[in-house]
Every structure is written in C-alpha cells, then in structure tokens.
C-alpha cells in the first residue's frame, strides 16, 4: 500500500504539512527521504554540488525564499540528482524544463516555472534549518510529498512507523454514512 500524505496527517497530529500550492513534476509523484538543505537566493551553485554528492534516497529541500523571477532547478541537475539516488527535491520558488523532467525518475515539488536560469555565485547556506510555508525544515528530519502537498514528520519517525490503519477504515466509514 502507498502511504499518502493526508492519511499520514490524520494518523499523526504531529507531522506538519507545508502550507504553500506546490505543483509537481517527474515520474515519482510521490516520494520521502530524510531532508538534506539549501537557503539561495536566485542561485544555482550550491544546489548543482550537492546532487552531485550521493543522495541516498534523501530530498533535498531548497528554500529560494519564493522568488519566481530564476530557475533554481532545472532538467540538466534533475538527471543529476536522479543518477545520483535523491529521491526527490522540494523548492520553495522556480524550475525551468519541467516538460524534461517530467520524463526523469526523480519527483520534484516547486512554485512554478521560470525560463531563465539562476546565477552562479556560491551564494547560500548548506545544511541549516529552512522555513517557509508555516513549518521549519531540519536535515534529518524525515519528508514525505504526494500531489496532495509536503509534510514533515515528527524527529525520529518515519512513514513505516505510523499506524495508518485506523483512520483509513475511520475515513472510509464516514465516507459511507449512517447505513439504513
């Protein structure tokens, strides 16, 4: 069974949904992986050296501060990060060949799209707590995205941990009201 975001919400009062209209790009629409981060403004450098490190599986969470006005991400450092193992990458601002990456084995959670693509400085933080969408995102903590949105769950929980049993048969009863 695939865990869903929102069933893991109603299971656990504690995982945090980000409160932002993400849109979704890649084949993996739905993935989770302990949180690796970035904080950019408009700039490339520091995101293309980390997916070339191994991913492990981890999702890189990038925090452009919303800006729209450059690609942060784009197809060449999605078939980066695919090829490396990150499982997925979450933007709080742009990407740019969302049409390519829709094709690639990575998922992909962004603001939106943007042709032009973000300096390269250097400029930025790696690995510090990033906050947007009303929640803070700390390396390590473990994230889960589906097209419904993203979450972070509590420290030390994983989505395997969650009971998601009960409140599926609960959603289902209610969905099916007061039989007669």
Known sequence: MTLKTSDLCDACDQALPCALPFRGWGQRRAFAGDIRTLRV??????????????????????DGGGSLARAIFGDVMAGVASRNGWAGVVINGAIRDGHEIDGMDIGVKALGTVPKRGERTGAGE????????GIT??????????????IVLPEGLTEADIRIDDVVAATAAYAAGPSR
């Open 41 to 62: 403004h408009e700039d490339i450098a520091l995101m293309r050296d980390v997916v070339n490190q191994p991913g492990r599986g981890q999702v890189l969470v990038i």
């Open 126 to 133: 790696r690995d510090v707590a990033v906050s947007f969408g």
């Open 137 to 150: 995102f700390v390396p390590g903590r473990r994230l889960v995205a589906d097209d419904d949105g993203v």
